[in-house]
C-alpha cells in the first residue's frame, strides 16, 4: 500500500490496493459510525478539502473523516477563494503548497484537475470527484456497501442504470466492480452512453426491465433535469417510465437484492420515494460507510500503511509525523 | 546580414525539387540573390563560401499555409519577428499569416501592416490570410477584391477557428469568391455538435470523462462545404483535415473535378488521443488529435495527393493560458520547428513517402492553394534563391524551451525527431546557418 502515493483513478490501484483500503475501512467502521470515539492517528496533520465545485455532501464526509482521525481540517472552496478572483489554478496550488499543508481533497468540475495538482504538489492528492471523470471513495464506499451485505462480489450482477454519459460515478463504479470480477450491466437511453462503452467489459441493455432478472444490486444514477434540454431523452416523464426504479420493478427483485443511488436523488425520476425508503435500499449505509472510506483513504495515503485492528482497538494509531500521538489512548 | 551579394555554393546536396521533378546529387550555385546555376562539379567562383552538404537535402523553402503570427494584438505569445525566426528554423521561406489578430485581418490597413512588417523583419516573407467575415462574425462578408488588390495580395480567406456554420453565407463566400478567383478556407467544425468538446470523441473520452469531438462534426461541414464549392464552382481549402472519413469525402470530391485542395498538421500525422491521459494541456487541439486509424488515413491521403499539404498550424499560447486546468485551457500547439521532423521521422523513414513527394507536400503542395510570390517553386538558375538545407540524418531530441517560437508549447517537447534543417536561404541571404536562426535584417520597430 506504500506505493499508493496519491488515489485520483480507480484504474491507477490494484486489486490489493483496494482490499487494503476496504479493509481499513471495516477497522475505522466504529469511528465513523461513532461507536467509539475520534483517535489521534493525524494530530498534527493538515488536510486541506480544496472544493472548487459546489458540494455538500462530499465536503462534509471528508471533513468528518479528517476529524475523526484529529486531523486538522481547512477548507477551501471555489467560490470565496482566490480562483474565482483570477488566479489561476496553478498558482493556488503552489501557495497551498508553500502554506505546507499534508494533504489536498480536491473536487473539480474540470477532469484532470487532480492529476495536475499532483505534478505541481509535493504531497497526496485525494480525488474527491473531477469533472465526469472520476469520484474513487464513491465506488469504494458503494463495493463496500456491497460486500457488507451480499460477501464476496465475484459473479455477482450488479445493474447501473442513468446517465452514464455525464457520470463520474459510474466510471469509477464499473473499473471498481470489474476490479472484484462482478458482472456489470449498464442501461440507458443510448444518447446517455458514452461512445465506446463496448470497451469497459460491461454488457448493455437498452430499457431497465430487460436488466433486472438475477440482479443482485440495482444501482441508479442521478439523472439530471437540465439533460432533457439537451436532448438527451423526450421527458421526465418517458425517462421514468423506461429507465425508473418503481414498485413494480422493485418486486421483480430477489428479496436479497439492493437498491443503491450516490445521492442526491431525484425522486420521481430515476428513483421513486417509496423505492428509496424501502427495505432494500441501503442508501444511508452508503453515506455513514462514506466517512470510513474516506479515513481509511486519508489514513493510507498520509501514513503509508494500513492499520491493524489491534491499533483501533487499543487505540495507538499513530501518525508519523506526530510521535507524541504514541502514548494517547482512547477514550 | 550582406550576404546577399555573396556568392555560396551548395556543394554535392542531394537536390529534392518537386517542380521540376529532379532527386539528384547537385551543387547549387547562388549570387546576388538568385540562383546562378545547379549541376554537377560547379567550379566556384572567387570568393565563394562553399558549403558541404553531402548526405544533406536541398530543398526549396518550405511554405506554411497555416500560421498563428499572433501580431498584431496577441505579442505576449508571438509576434511576427518571433514567429519568422520559428518559420526559419523550420526551413520555411513563407508562411501564410492567420485572420485572428486584434484586430482581425479584414482590411487592405491590416493585411498590409502584417505583409510589411514580416518584409521589415525579412527572415521569411509573410502573406496574410484575411477574413471570410468582418470580425470573424459569420455575418457580413470581406471585401475579398479589395484585399486581392492591395500591397499584400491576399487571395486566401478563412474565418480561422470559427467555422462558417450559415450555410447561406458559405454559399454566397463561395459564389462572391469566384469575382476575384479567391479561395474560401473554411473550419471544418459543425459547432452544435461539439458544444463545449475538449478533445476527440472515442475510446479515450469516454474513459477520460471529457466531453468528445465527433469525427461527425468535421466530416459533416466538410461534405456540405464540398457540394457549395462545388455548385458554386469555387475554390475551396479544407485546413486540417482529421478523419479518415474526411481523407474519403475529399478524395471523391476530387475525383469529380471539386476544385478543393486540403492540408494536414504535423501533430495529427503522428499524435493519438491516448496521449491526453495525461491531461497536459499543451496536447489540447482544435481539432482534436485522434486516433490511430486517423493517422493512417491521413498519411495515406499525403502520400496519394488527396491532401495537398503539410501545415503546421502554429498555434503559440503563453504558458499561463496553458498552465490551466484542461477545460480552460485555449486550444493550440506549436509546430513550425518541428515539422520537417515528424514528416520525416513518421513517413519518410519508414517508407511511407518518397522523400521528392515528401517534400512537394511543403513546397509545390502549398504553393499551388494560393499565390505565395513564387515561394516553394523551381531550384533553377534565374530564380529567387528561396532555398533550405536538411540533414535527414540528424537525429534531434525537441526541447520546447529552446525554441525559436516566444511560446513553448509543443507537443513534441522532450520526443526525439530524426530530421532537421541546417540553413535556411531567403533571396539569397541566410536566415538560418549552421542551425543557428540569423538577427533580423532590421531591428524591431
Redesign the interface.
Known amino acids: 500500500m506504500s506505493d499508493l502515493r496519491h488515489l485520483i483513478s480507480i484504474a491507477d490501484i490494484t486489486r490489493d490496493q483496494l482490499e487494503t483500503i476496504l479493509d481499513t475501512a471495516q477497522e475505522l467502521l466504529p469511528i465513523a459510525r461513532r461507536e467509539r470515539l475520534s483517535v489521534p492517528t493525524l494530530r498534527g496533520r493538515v488536510v486541506c478539502n480544496m472544493f472548487l465545485e459546489d458540494s455538500t455532501r462530499t465536503r462534509l464526509s471528508f471533513e468528518l473523516a479528517a476529524k475523526r482521525l484529529s486531523a486538522e481540517v481547512m477548507n477551501f472552496t471555489g467560490k470565496g477563494s482566490s480562483v474565482s478572483k483570477g488566479e489561476s489554478f496553478k498558482d493556488t496550488a503552489l501557495t497551498l503548497n508553500a502554506m505546507g499543508v499534508d494533504c489536498v481533497v480536491v473536487r473539480s468540475h474540470s477532469a484532470g484537475a487532480p492529476l495536475q495538482l499532483a505534478g505541481w504538489l509535493d504531497v497526496p492528492i485525494l480525488n474527491a470527484g473531477d469533472g465526469w471523470h472520476q469520484h474513487p471513495t464513491q465506488a469504494l464506499l458503494d463495493v463496500f456497501t456491497m460486500r457488507q451485505h451480499l460477501g464476496d462480489l465475484s459473479g455477482r450482477r450488479v445493474v447501473i442504470a442513468g446517465d452514464v454519459l455525464h457520470s463520474r460515478v459510474a466510471r469509477s463504479e464499473i473499473q471498481a466492480l470489474r476490479l472484484v470480477d462482478a458482472q456489470v450491466t449498464v442501461v440507458a437511453p443510448p444518447t446517455l452512453l458514452p461512445p465506446a462503452i463496448s470497451d469497459w467489459g460491461v454488457e448493455v441493455v437498452d430499457v431497465l426491465d430487460d436488466a433486472l432478472d438475477g440482479a443482485d444490486v440495482v444501482y441508479l444514477l442521478r439523472v439530471q433535469r437540465e439533460r432533457m434540454r439537451g436532448a438527451f431523452f423526450p421527458s421526465v416523464r418517458e425517462y421514468a417510465r423506461w429507465w425508473g426504479m418503481d414498485d413494480r420493478r422493485l418486486a421483480r427483485l430477489s428479496r436479497d437484492a439492493l437498491v443503491m443511488h450516490p445521492g442526491p436523488m431525484n425522486r420521481g425520476v430515476e428513483i421513486t420515494g417509496s423505492v428509496a425508503d424501502s427495505q432494500q435500499s441501503v442508501i444511508t449505509e452508503q453515506v455513514t460507510n462514506g466517512i470510513a472510506i474516506r479515513m481509511a483513504c486519508l489514513y493510507l495515503l498520509l501514513s503509508g500503511r494500513q492499520a491493524t485492528p489491534s491499533e483501533v482497538t487499543a487505540g495507538s494509531m499513530t501518525s508519523e509525523k506526530s510521535p507524541e500521538t504514541t502514548t494517547e489512548r482512547l477514550a | 546580414m550582406n550576404e546577399s551579394s555573396n556568392t555560396v555554393l551548395f556543394a554535392s546536396g542531394r537536390l529534392l525539387d518537386p517542380a521540376t521533378s529532379r532527386d539528384e546529387i547537385v551543387d547549387v550555385l547562388v549570387a546576388d540573390g538568385k540562383i546562378v546555376e545547379v549541376g554537377a562539379g560547379i567550379e566556384p567562383p572567387d570568393h565563394t563560401t562553399t558549403i558541404d552538404c553531402s548526405g544533406q537535402w536541398i530543398t526549396p523553402g518550405f511554405v506554411d499555409l497555416h500560421t498563428h503570427l499572433r501580431e498584431p494584438g496577441f505579442e505576449d505569445a508571438e509576434d511576427i519577428a518571433s514567429g519568422s525566426a520559428a518559420g526559419a528554423a523550420g526551413g520555411y521561406t513563407a508562411l501564410c499569416a492567420m485572420a485572428n489578430t486584434n484586430p482581425v485581418c479584414d482590411s487592405a490597413a491590416v493585411a498590409e501592416q502584417v505583409y510589411r512588417r514580416g518584409r521589415q523583419v525579412g527572415l521569411v516573407d509573410v502573406f496574410p490570410v484575411g477574413s471570410i467575415s468582418h470580425g470573424m462574425a459569420g455575418k457580413q462578408l470581406v471585401e475579398f477584391g479589395e484585399l486581392r488588390d492591395c500591397a499584400a495580395r491576399v487571395d486566401f480567406f478563412s474565418d480561422d477557428g470559427h467555422p462558417v456554420a450559415d450555410s447561406l453565407l458559405m454559399r454566397r463566400a463561395l459564389q462572391y469568391a469566384t469575382a476575384f478567383d479567391v479561395v474560401i478556407c473554411n473550419h471544418s467544425e459543425d459547432p452544435a455538435l461539439t458544444d463545449g468538446a ?1 478533445m476527440n ?3 479515450m ?8 469531438w ?1 469525427h461527425e462534426a468535421e466530416e459533416v461541414i466538410i461534405a456540405r462545404d464540398l457540394i457549395l464549392a462545388d455548385g458554386a464552382g469555387a475554390r475551396l481549402h479544407v485546413p486540417h483535415v482529421t478523419t479518415y472519413g474526411a481523407v474519403e469525402l475529399i478524395r471523391i470530391a476530387k475525383q469529380r473535378g471539386v476544385r478543393v485542395t486540403a492540408e494536414v498538421t504535423p501533430h495529427h500525422l503522428m499524435l493519438t488521443d491516448d496521449l491526453v491521459r ?2 497536459d494541456p499543451v496536447l489540447k487541439v482544435n481539432p482534436p488529435i485522434r486516433t490511430q486509424r486517423d493517422i493512417d488515413a491521413l498519411q495515406e491521403g499525403l502520400s496519394d495527393g488527396t491532401i495537398d499539404a503539410v501545415a503546421t498550424d502554429h498555434a503559440p499560447h503563453s504558458p ?1 493560458t496553458k ?6 485551457a485555449p486550444c493550440g500547439m506549436l509546430g513550425l520547428e518541428s515539422a520537417f521532423g515528424v514528416v520525416n521521422t513518421q513517413m519518410v523513414k519508414p517508407g511511407l513517402i518518397d522523400p521528392l513527394t515528401a517534400i512537394a507536400r511543403l513546397t509545390t503542395g502549398p504553393a499551388s492553394v494560393r499565390d505565395v510570390g513564387g515561394h516553394g517553386g523551381a531550384i533553377v538558375a534565374g530564380s529567387p534563391a528561396n532555398l533550405a538545407v536538411h540533414d535527414p540524418e540528424l537525429v534531434w531530441k525537441v526541447s520546447a524551451s529552446q525554441l525559436q517560437s516566444k511560446a513553448s508549447n509543443s507537443p513534441f517537447d522532450g520526443m526525439e525527431l530524426t530530421g532537421k534543417t541546417i540553413h535556411t536561404m531567403l533571396r539569397g541571404t541566410f536566415t538560418l546557418r549552421g542551425g543557428i536562426v540569423e538577427s533580423s535584417a532590421t531591428s524591431p520597430s
Do not use: I, K, N
Not at chain 2, 473520452?205 to 468528445?212: I, K, M, Q, R, V
Not at chain 2, 498552465?323 to 480552460?328: L, R, V
Open positions: 475538449q470523441e472515442g475510446a473520452s469516454s474513459l477520460l470523462g471529457l466531453p468528445g465527433p495525461s491531461f499561463e498552465d490551466q486546468e484542461w477545460e480552460h
